[in-house]
Nanobody, 120 residues
Framework: PLVESGGDFVQPGESLRLSCAASGFRLGSFTIGWFRQAPGQAREGVAC????????LYSDTVKGRFTIPKEKAKNTVYLQMNSLKPEDAGIYYC???????????????WGQGTVDTVSS
């Protein structure tokens, strides 16, 4: 499974780094995607990275503010979130896929999520 961590309560404009650690399998040449879901809203793909090669894809809502650092700890992928806005709040999930995509239907091995709250 994948395990997310790093969610926290932050104020607008602050930064946060989330972690997605793989347990029981190696990330290898998968795509790891980051998704978020706010209360009452559909799950939204925000960023993904091809672990082999490092290709990334970002949604327009986070482009320029969120990045997936190319450097990573063993079997862990991060999501660096800068200039956070209240609308970035929600439960953040990571999942694995075989292709570079932000479509949640392409992903499996969903983690349990980590909560990010952005409020003044």
């Amino acid at each position: 499974p994948l395990v997310e961590s790093g969610g926290d309560f932050v104020q607008p404009g602050e930064s946060l780094r989330l972690s997605c650690a793989a347990s029981g399998f190696r990330l290898g040449s998968f795509t790891i995607g980051w998704f978020r879901q706010a209360p009452g809203q559909a799950r939204e793909g925000v960023a993904c990275i091809r672990t082999s090669g490092g290709s990334t894809l970002y949604s327009d809502t986070v482009k320029g503010r969120f990045t997936i650092p190319k450097e990573k700890a063993k079997n862990t992928v991060y999501l660096q979130m800068n200039s956070l806005k209240p609308e970035d709040a929600g439960i953040y999930y990571c999942a694995a896929a075989n292709l570079l995509s932000l479509d949640s239907a392409e992903f499996t091995n969903w983690g349990q999520g980590t909560v990010d709250t952005v409020s003044s």
